[in-house]
């Protein structure tokens, strides 16, 4: 089951968010013993679309969800429709890759770190043994295990936003390279096949770039240039690295330490490597040579291959392979012939995702298992299973339980259900 608009496409009219949770609801409630709603608390936890709003939008859209959850028939309280930092999101993420793993509980050296890349943000989460920042350091404790992890989000370095603004960056360079700027002018996109159009009828993108007292027409002509579309994204990657205020900072002026460890690799990494048919555990070369091979076919021949596919869903993949390695090898340091990369969504048909470890976290903690400690403070996650922008049922059986056996979890931004059978 899939509802979109996502959440944060209300933007424009935050007072009827709520409406998108309704049939979510009633689907919940469909699954639900009627005698059980009472028991069963509902969450409502938003990642990047919101995080990328304004406050006073963002808490309209909230606000909205509160009076439809209020009055849902579930167990709910106005605090628990939020919207989590990136970083917690990461180190949720890490907790669900490494429960699906079993590996938590194990030494830190045993453990997989988590790399997202999601539409609006990218997450890192890893263990190390080096020291952290405090703004950077969260500690996980699992029976008897403890976890230093280092995580951050890096918000508009997500896939979509980031090719939105590599255009944006191609164009103003076309436009101030003239020495004179009429209403119309020229630039080439690299990140596009050879001859591709928006329109489908010329080979020619348009593209309106607003200038201080008159829009022009940026007109991209589309070469589709993989060595020239990885510049591109390496500009906006390591953009403000200046203003790096730590001994590493791969990312723009943030810090990252080196990566330690095998990475789960998921969302539109898994995405472009399934699309490129590299399976889960390729090398950084292999996506190039696929990316660099579609990028620099003719888009006519590409659109007569992908004939099932809309234009908009596979047009990105001249970016997305040269983003993806823009940011792996050329920001982060991963080597081209690195195999300790897995791109997946699914880990022992569990799929992985931020919610399933909020959700855990949640189960483990009331029973006394888990605890969690970020930024040097400690607290318990006390309450947490996840409606993010999803919905989550069923507590009262889970409790029941060492493990939970099934989650069902909807994720708004996502766009869709996610749903888990794990093991006793």
Known sequence: ?????????????????????????????????????????????????LRMLDDGVREKILDSCRRVLTTSGFQFRDDWASVISGSDE????????NYALDMLGRDLQETTGIIELGGASAQITFATKESLPSEFAHIVKFGGATYNLYSNSFLGLGQNVAHESVKKLLSSKGLTSAEESPASRVYTDPCSPSGYSHTGMSPAVSVVIPN?????????????????????????????????LHQQCHLGSSYVPNLQGKFLATENFFFTSKFFGLGPMPILSDLESAGQQFCEEDWMKLKSKYQTLAEEDFTKYCFSAAYIVAL????????????????????QNIQVDWALGAFIMKSMEQMGWIAFISHDRFFTLF???????????????ILRLRKPQLKTVYDLEKGRYIVTKVSR
């Open 1 to 49: 089951m899939k509802v979109r608009p996502g959440l944060s496409s209300y933007s424009g009219d935050p007072s009827s968010a709520g409406a998108a949770l309704v049939e979510l609801l009633d689907f919940g409630k469909g699954k639900i013993p009627k005698n059980q709603w009472g028991n069963t608390e509902i969450r409502l936890m938003a990642t990047a679309g």
């Open 90 to 97: 990461g180190v949720f993420a890490w907790v669900a890759a």
């Open 212 to 244: 201080s007292s008159l829009e022009r027409q940026s007109i991209a002509h589309a070469n589709g240039n993989f060595s020239e579309c990885k510049s591109a994204a390496l500009l906006l990657l390591q953009k403000e690295k200046d203003r790096c």
């Open 328 to 347: 792996l090898h050329d920001s982060l340091g991963i080597a081209m012939t690195d195999k300790r990369l897995w791109f997946s969504d699914n880990v």
């Open 383 to 397: 309450g947490i299973i996840v409606l993010s922008s999803l919905l989550s049922f069923a507590i009262w059986l």
